[in-house]
């Protein structure tokens, strides 16, 4: 089930994917894969009518550890993969001819990474994802997962893509309002109140671009010029 084995301690878990661990340092990989999914469908992993099924879904998955800006999945390639991110931070970016980006999204700890649209998962597939830090996931395959969740009954696999497709768009709405409607300051002082994690951790030029400014003037807003 892993590249490590499962009694191994997880040293670099974090809360969301731990759930109400009391001792993160002594908690099985494969029992944070197990947290995570149940995290992810709402489920909990000490329910008798959902243990078996997370335990099924975790069998698809294999542990990965990755180094900073490993490319995971690549424009004009089918999205082949869905990822339970254990430790680290992840982009979803679009990439220019001209090798610009466009990042639309960090994922952090504990969030299930997974092609939401259609189009994704063909060679129109227009979406790269990478690591932005060193990173340990959870990977499997995307089609056997799907598979695995209609399988398990009627409507489950519509409720779940639902939910996380509707999250995903709401925050890039969200955030288009921001660019539309903020300035530059405000909107990197809305940064550092919502998502104070990610500045230590992600490159300015990212933070830049996500922002949607150029890295001269995020450098001059973290100076407070």
Known sequence: ?????????????????????QDPVTVRPDQVLINGLARSF??????EDSAQRLRDLGRLFHQRRVAADCALEQHRRPWANVYLLQHGVMRLF???????????????EGALIWPVFGRSRTVRNTLCLSAVTACTLWQAEFQVFRDSIRQSGEGHWARFALALTEE????????????QTLSA?????????????????????????????????????KKGR
């Open 185 to 221: 300051r405000q909107r990197y002082h809305l940064l550092l109140q919502e998502y104070p994690d990610l500045v230590p951790r992600v490159p300015d030029n990212q933070l830049a671009s996500w922002l949607g400014v150029v890295p001269a003037t995020f450098s001059r807003l």
């Open 42 to 47: 709402g489920l909990s992993p000490h329910a």
């Open 1 to 21: 089930m892993s590249e490590s084995s499962a009694n191994e301690p997880a040293r670099c878990a974090s809360a969301p994917c731990l759930l109400d661990s």
């Open 94 to 108: 679009r990439e220019a001819p001209s090798g610009k980006h466009a990042i639309h999204h960090f994922f952090t």
């Open 168 to 179: 995903l768009a709401e925050s890039a709405t969200v955030r288009e309002f921001q660019k």
